[in-house]
């Protein structure tokens, strides 16, 4: 079946300008993550979803960034006034249940530079 | 923050020989995870230990873990260049908070 997807897989954008980014999870995974990775790092938590809700946002760095997940299944990451420390990969994973021992299964990604 | 931190950075060898990559942790576990990643993008879930266990094995890949010393090793045997690749460990605490905490990776390359 299909993976993870994301889109776009690279976003070239102006510092101040307003950014969405796209995950499409596995269907039927109730869970889903943001990370990000910045160069020669591992990926950062930044919010992940159990169902509709955010379960735990502790990682968002900040009040630009925001993320929903109207219906349970895709979800958007949004960052306002777009800074250039902003650039990063962002990754996407959708797991089945939010169990400690459930696997993430992770998306491409999407490349966001800030120009 | 990251909780992991891999030992070493980097590590380079020939086909056929075998890698060996170390993780240390900070806090207390539920489960250690081993990650691979190609190009700087999506990551592959390798294998997964937990507390409870001591060492697991799957394929040609062998993990160990230590929670006296807060410690985990992957050792790939027989390597391939398509092993070539970054590997990270990535924690799950015991606080149940899920989302998943990993250290800064270890680039494994393979030369045929």
């Known amino acids: 079946g299909a993976g993870v997807s994301q889109t776009p897989s690279n976003k070239v954008t102006e510092k101040g300008k307003y950014v969405e980014l796209r995950c499409d999870p596995i269907?039927?995974?109730?869970?889903l993550y943001w990370y990000r990775q910045s160069l020669g790092q591992g990926p950062e938590f930044l919010i992940y979803?159990?169902?509709?809700?955010?379960?735990?946002d502790s990682g968002l760095p900040n009040d630009r960034f925001f993320a929903v997940r109207p219906e349970g299944s895709v979800s958007t990451l949004k960052i306002q006034r777009t800074e250039r420390g902003d650039s990063a990969v962002y990754l996407c994973?959708?797991?089945?249940?939010?169990?400690?021992?459930?696997?993430?299964?992770f998306g491409p990604g999407t490349r966001l530079t800030v120009l | 923050s990251q909780q992991g931190e891999e030992d070493p950075q980097a590590l380079s060898i020939q086909e056929g020989e075998n890698a060996t990559m170390n993780c240390s942790y900070k806090?207390?576990?539920?489960?250690l995870q081993w990650y691979r990643q190609n190009s700087g993008r999506g990551l592959v879930h390798l294998i997964l230990i937990r507390s409870n266990e001591r060492e697991k094995h799957s394929g040609r890949l062998r993990v160990t873990l230590d929670t006296s010393k807060k410690s985990s090793s992957l050792l790939i045997t027989a390597s391939r260049a398509a092993d070539t690749a970054s590997y990270f460990c990535?924690?799950?605490?015991?606080?149940?908070?899920?989302?998943?905490?990993f250290g800064k990776g270890t680039r494994l390359s393979v030369i045929a």
């Open positions: 806090t207390s576990i539920n489960n």
């Open positions: 990535a924690t799950v605490l015991l606080s149940g908070n899920t989302p998943l905490v």
């Open positions: 979803f159990q169902g509709t809700g955010a379960a735990d």
């Open positions: 269907s039927g995974h109730t869970a």
């Open positions: 994973a959708s797991s089945l249940g939010a169990g400690l021992a459930d696997e993430q299964f």
